[in-house]
C-alpha cells in the first residue's frame, strides 16, 4: 500500500532530513517509527500524508505517486488518512461534538449520519459523554482521544499518528496505545511515530528505525527488541 523507492527529502537552507529511503508498508499493517528526535520520523509521516513531497525518489499510496498528483487531486488522496498530532490542533472555541464533525462537513457527510458518526467516533475514545464539554476542560489524555476521534470519524484506511504519547503520563499513553491496536485489530493500517518503545513489546510489530534521516533497522520487534 505504502512504498518508498529511494526517497530523499531535503529542506531549504538545511541538511537533508531523510536520505535514500527505501521501504514498504502493507494495508492492515502496524508500524512504529522510532529514533531520536531530529531523526526523520515526522517527515517521512508528512511525505505518506502528502503533506510533503520528496526531493527525490518515488513516494506510492496504492500504487499513486505522490510527487505526481495535482495539487488539486490531494485532499481527495487525504480522505484515507486520519492524521493524530502531538499537539491536538483542536479548536478550541468548539466542544467535541463540534471539533469532531468538522472532517465529515469538509466531506459533505452532514444530517443524521454525520451525528452518528460523531458519537460512534467518540464512544470509541471513551469521550462520549463529553460530546458538548469545550477542549480546554479535558485533560492531556482526554484532548490527544479527542484528535483521535477526529481522526477516525472519517474511517480512514490508515491512521497516522506524530509522537502521540510524547506529551502523557504513562497511565493515559497505554490507553492511548491500547487505542491505536483496537483500530489495527479491524484493519486499519495504523503508523506511529514515537522517541520510545512504549507498548511495542504487546505483539508482533514492525518497526522502522530512523537515525539522522537513515533507515537503520527495518523489521518485527518481539519482546521489545528489534530483529531484522
Given amino acids: 500500500m505504502i512504498q518508498f523507492d529511494q526517497v530523499t527529502k531535503r529542506y531549504p537552507g538545511s541538511?537533508?532530513?531523510?536520505k535514500n529511503i527505501s521501504l514498504n508498508i502493507n494495508a492492515?499493517?502496524?508500524?512504529?517509527?522510532?529514533?531520536?528526535?531530529?531523526?526523520?520520523?515526522?517527515t517521512l509521516l508528512k511525505l505518506i500524508a502528502a503533506i510533503e513531497r520528496p526531493t527525490s525518489g518515488t513516494v506510492l499510496i496504492a500504487n499513486q505517486n505522490i510527487?505526481?498528483?495535482?495539487?488539486?487531486?490531494?485532499?481527495?488522496?487525504?480522505?484515507?488518512?486520519?492524521?493524530?498530532?502531538?499537539?491536538?490542533?483542536?479548536?478550541?472555541?468548539?466542544?467535541?461534538?463540534?471539533?469532531?464533525?468538522?472532517p465529515l462537513r469538509i466531506n459533505g457527510v452532514a444530517g443524521n449520519e454525520a451525528g452518528k458518526r460523531v458519537r460512534a467516533a467518540l464512544?470509541?475514545?471513551g469521550l462520549l459523554h463529553k460530546e458538548k464539554v469545550m477542549p480546554i476542560t479535558l485533560s492531556g489524555g482526554e484532548q490527544q482521544r479527542l484528535?483521535?476521534?477526529?481522526?477516525v470519524v472519517s474511517r480512514p484506511s490508515i491512521l497516522i499518528a506524530d509522537e502521540p504519547t510524547g506529551n502523557l503520563d504513562?497511565?493515559?499513553?497505554?490507553d492511548i496505545m491500547a487505542i491505536f491496536y483496537a483500530f489495527h485489530q479491524v484493519g486499519?493500517?495504523?503508523?506511529?511515530?514515537?522517541?520510545?518503545?512504549?507498548?511495542?513489546?504487546a505483539s508482533q510489530n514492525r518497526v522502522i528505525h530512523l537515525n539522522q534521516g537513515i533507515?537503520?533497522?527495518?523489521?518485527?520487534?518481539?519482546?521489545?527488541?528489534?530483529?531484522?
Fill in 170 to 174: 504513562a497511565s493515559y499513553a497505554a
Fill in 15 to 18: 541538511d537533508e532530513a531523510l
Fill in 215 to 228: 533507515l537503520t533497522t527495518e523489521g518485527h520487534i518481539s519482546k521489545g527488541i528489534p530483529n531484522s
Fill in 28 to 42: 492492515g499493517e502496524m508500524a512504529f517509527v522510532i529514533g531520536h528526535s531530529g531523526a526523520g520520523k515526522s
Fill in 67 to 102: 510527487s505526481k498528483l495535482k495539487t488539486s487531486a490531494i485532499p481527495f488522496m487525504r480522505r484515507r488518512f486520519g492524521l493524530i498530532f502531538q499537539d491536538h490542533k483542536l479548536l478550541y472555541d468548539r466542544n467535541c461534538f463540534e471539533n469532531v464533525i468538522l
Fill in 123 to 125: 464512544d470509541k475514545v
Fill in 147 to 151: 484528535a483521535i476521534a477526529r481522526a
Fill in 188 to 201: 486499519v493500517t495504523v503508523i506511529v511515530a514515537t522517541h520510545d518503545a512504549l507498548g511495542m513489546s
